[in-house]
C-alpha cells in the first residue's frame, strides 16, 4: 500500500458510519475515505470503480450481509476489516481465520492496532472468507487459519494433539507429529481453543483432551497419542481429575 489508504466504510447503522469517519479523520491522516454507505447494495455497485485498499465491513446487514457483499466482490484486492457488536464466538471466529476485526463501540486504541496491522497485511483469501461462513452458520469452528507468506494454510482442529509455548510463538503438534511454528502466545491460542476440547494443562502446553493416551496420576504426566510424555501442573491435575474422571 501507498502512504494515502484509500478506504470505505459500510455499515447500516448511520450513527456507527459518522462516529468511524470522525475518528478517522481525527487520528489517522493517512486513511482516505473515499466512500461511506449505510446501504450493501449501493456500495456493491460503487466499491469496484473506487478501488479502496481498505474497507471497514459491517457484518450484520438487512438483504445483503458483510459475507454475502465480499463473496460478490470476490477476488477481493483490498484488506477487510470486520466490524460486530460483542459477540463472544464471532471474536474467536475471527481469530480462528487469521482475521481483522472490531467491536462496537469501537475505541481508538483498537483502531490504531487494526490500521497498523492492516497497512501491512494480506489480502482476504477466498478460502478464508468461505470457511468463515461455514463456521456462522453451523456456530462451531473447526479448523483454524494459519497465515504464511504465500496466503493461508487451514489446519483441523481435531488434527491438533498438543501445543507447545515457544516465548512469543508456539509450535502446534499435529497428529501426524508434524509441527508448526506460529506467532501467537499460549495466552492468545488458550483464548480461541477454550470450550474446543481443549486445556491448558500447564503454563507450557495446551492439549486436545481427545488426544490423551495415558494420565499417570502419580506423577503428574499425560501421555498423548503421538508418543509424547507432557507434565500437568498441580492446579490442572485437580482440574482433570475433577472434570475428567475417564482420565
Known amino acids: 500500500m501507498n502512504n494515502t489508504i484509500r478506504t470505505i466504510i459500510l455499515d447500516d447503522e448511520p450513527d456507527s458510519v459518522r462516529l468511524t469517519r470522525l475518528n478517522i479523520e481525527q487520528h489517522f491522516?493517512?486513511?482516505?475515505?473515499?466512500?461511506?454507505?449505510?446501504?450493501?447494495?449501493?456500495?456493491?455497485?460503487?466499491?469496484?470503480?473506487?478501488?479502496?485498499?481498505?474497507?471497514?465491513?459491517?457484518?450484520?446487514?438487512?438483504?445483503?450481509?458483510?459475507?454475502?457483499?465480499?463473496e460478490?466482490?470476490?477476488?477481493?484486492?483490498?484488506?477487510?476489516?470486520?466490524?460486530?457488536?460483542?459477540?463472544?464466538?464471532?471474536?474467536?471466529?475471527?481469530?480462528?481465520?487469521?482475521?481483522d476485526?472490531?467491536?462496537?463501540?469501537?475505541?481508538?486504541?483498537?483502531?490504531?492496532?487494526?490500521?497498523?496491522?492492516?497497512?501491512k497485511h494480506h489480502h482476504i483469501q477466498a478460502d478464508q472468507l468461505q470457511v468463515l461462513q461455514q463456521q456462522f452458520k453451523k456456530g462451531n469452528i473447526t479448523k483454524i487459519a494459519i497465515p504464511s507468506?504465500?496466503?493461508?494454510?487451514?489446519?483441523?482442529?481435531?488434527?491438533?494433539?498438543?501445543?507447545e509455548a515457544k516465548s512469543n510463538y508456539a509450535d502446534l503438534v499435529l497428529a501426524d507429529k508434524r509441527r508448526i511454528l506460529i506467532s501467537k502466545t499460549l495466552k492468545d491460542i488458550q483464548f480461541v481453543l477454550e470450550q474446543q476440547q481443549f486445556l491448558r494443562i500447564h503454563r507450557q502446553y495446551i492439549i486436545n483432551l481427545n488426544e490423551v493416551k495415558h494420565f499417570n496420576r502419580n506423577e503428574s504426566l499425560l501421555t498423548m497419542t503421538?508418543?509424547?510424555?507432557?507434565?500437568?501442573?498441580?492446579?490442572?491435575?485437580?482440574?482433570?481429575?475433577?472434570?475428567?474422571?475417564?482420565?
Open 226 to 247: 503421538t508418543g509424547d510424555v507432557l507434565p500437568v501442573s498441580r492446579l490442572q491435575k485437580d482440574k482433570l481429575i475433577e472434570q475428567y474422571g475417564w482420565l
Open 29 to 70: 491522516p493517512q486513511l482516505n475515505i473515499v466512500g461511506a454507505f449505510t446501504s450493501p447494495q449501493k456500495a456493491l455497485q460503487e466499491i469496484p470503480s473506487l478501488q479502496p485498499d481498505l474497507l471497514f465491513l459491517d457484518i450484520e446487514m438487512p438483504v445483503i450481509n458483510g459475507f454475502d457483499l465480499l
Open 72 to 99: 460478490k466482490l470476490m477476488p477481493v484486492e483490498f484488506a477487510v476489516v470486520f466490524v460486530t457488536a460483542y459477540n463472544d464466538f464471532a471474536i474467536k471466529a475471527f481469530r480462528f481465520n487469521a482475521l
Open 149 to 163: 507468506q504465500t496466503g493461508v494454510t487451514f489446519i483441523d482442529l481435531k488434527d491438533i494433539v498438543f501445543v
Open 101 to 119: 476485526y472490531l467491536v462496537k463501540p469501537v475505541s481508538i486504541e483498537e483502531l490504531r492496532e487494526v490500521v497498523a496491522k492492516v497497512e
